[in-house]
Nanobody, 119 residues
C-alpha cells in the first residue's frame, strides 16, 4: 500500500514561513517525480512545485523565488519550504508521487495539509 503522509501545515501571518514535509514509502519514492499541489476553496487543484529523481525542479510562477522544493532520497521525504507567504497561498496542500512502471503510469496523493495565511 502506497502512503504519502504530509505534515507541517498551519496558520501563519503574511510574510511568514512554513515548511511542509511528505514521507513516502521507499518503493515509490525512489522512482517518482515528487510534487506539491494545492487547492483553495472554490478553485481547481494546481501545481505548486515538482522535483524529479535527478533533483531538477519546476515551480508555478506564483511561488517562484518564495518556495523551495527539496527531496531527501535517503529519508524518502520531500519538503516544501514556503517563505514570504501571502494570503493567496491559503489552501490545502497535497503531496504527489508520479511515475511509470513498464507501460503503466501511476499517481498517488497524500491526504492534504491545511495552510492558512492571515492578512
Amino acid at each position: 500500500q502506497v502512503q504519502l503522509v504530509e505534515s507541517g501545515g498551519g496558520l501563519v501571518q503574511t510574510g511568514g514561513s512554513l515548511r511542509l514535509s511528505c514521507a513516502a514509502s521507499r518503493r515509490i519514492f525512489s522512482r517518482s517525480v515528487m510534487g506539491w499541489y494545492r487547492q483553495a476553496p472554490g478553485k481547481q487543484r494546481e501545481l505548486v512545485a515538482v522535483i524529479s529523481t535527478d533533483g531538477s525542479t519546476n515551480y508555478a510562477d506564483s511561488v517562484k523565488g518564495r518556495f523551495t522544493v527539496s527531496r531527501d532520497n535517503a529519508g524518502n521525504t520531500v519538503e516544501l519550504q514556503m517563505d514570504s507567504l501571502k494570503p493567496e497561498d491559503t489552501a490545502v496542500y497535497y503531496c504527489n508521487a508520479a511515475g511509470r512502471v513498464a507501460l503503466n503510469t501511476y499517481t498517488y496523493w497524500g491526504q492534504g495539509t491545511q495552510v492558512t495565511v492571515s492578512s
